[in-house]
């Protein structure tokens, strides 16, 4: 798009927006400090490096697409593409199944800091932080449960897992010169009614314990509930009522995953609750088609809901927007960036928002000027805001990414 034709709508957008009482630039520096952490599972349908096992323990991803990333260069390589449309310093959300490991197997109770010592290096070559992950799931000894398992030494090698993680965030963490986020999702349930919830989560509790007996200053850890898996109907281990509980108990960062909760609960919702009792949020952001089916994020209701309420809190420094979506059934590069901007125009609306003028009017008990500024204010040109973001960092503006990314995958990724 002509240059001349988005400054001119720019200056428009700037001019409507003053109406309202909102700064514009004040919104698009706002923006540029807004760092998603995109998940490298989306490059490869979470498979990750160790063996070719298929993905278990509650999480699907669907589809047959061609092309997706066999190794460590293509998926470095798969996820640099993909930053290059995505306007911003972002952050690499890493999984510890993602280890560089040399062609050898190296066990999950074995893993070290050295495994990603080439990840820590990469990353810093092109400018990105990296945040961390344990996983429990595909793997011999997941099964149904994990850090909840009655057989102790099935218990114990999970904690290992997982205490080691928290060493290798921790190392990142010095690495990069900021805390590296590690978050803890466990599987852990029951396809049929159980008997023994209470057991479970005791065991839980106490693994959880166990694991974050060692404080570390380079790394936050988080932990994500989630309302059921496929194969664990009837019963999570670490609901949302268990993490709350144990969150608020022990101070740590609760992961709201946007498609971990029934399908009429809105997690927009939770975040000033959340932010009453726990230091920070982690997001986890997504969209669920009836279940927790990890459909690629797009501007729709509950993203823009999401944003919003990050920015009315004033938490910008206090909520991590995390990406997890995994579609295997459209180009993958095409679908990391078609959610991360989704999610970024959340934000860049969510920044626009004439907030003043709708709380002096809730303040005022005007409530048909407030509904009828949020019904203005979603036709306001925040689109051209968001055409000059792109611009000002040097990402196309609009769909022309669609042709660069065919064109990858002609030249790339149809080869593989
Ligand atoms: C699964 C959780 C979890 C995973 C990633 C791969 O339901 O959302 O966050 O998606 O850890
Ligand atoms: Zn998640």
Redesign the pocket.
Known sequence: MKEELIKKAYDIAVERYAAVGVDVEKALEKLQQVALSL?C?QADD?AGFESKGSLS???QATGNYPGKARNMEELRADILKAASYIPGQHRLNL?AIYGDFGGQFVDRDEIEPKHFTSWMEWAKEHNMKLDF?S?S?SHAKSGDLSLSNPDESIRQFWIEHTKRCRNIANEMGKFQNDPCIM?L?V?DGSKDQTVNRMKYRELLKDSLDQIFAVDYKDMKDCI?S?VF?IGLESYTVGSNDFYIGYGVSRQKIV?L?T??FHPTESVADKISSLLLYIPEIML?V?RPIRW?S?HVTIMNDDTLELAKEIVRCDALDRVHIGL???DASINRIGAYVVGSRATQKCMMQALLEPLALLRKYEANGQYFERLALLEESKSLPWNAVWDMFCLRNNVPVGESFIADIQKYETEVTSKR
Request: glycine residues 14%; proline residues 0%; without cysteine.
């Open positions: 998940h599972w979470v323990g509650g999480i999984h992950n996983s799931f978050n999702w599987h994500e989630k898996g992961t995953d498609g971990h986890h997504s927790d990890d997890d979506y995994f």
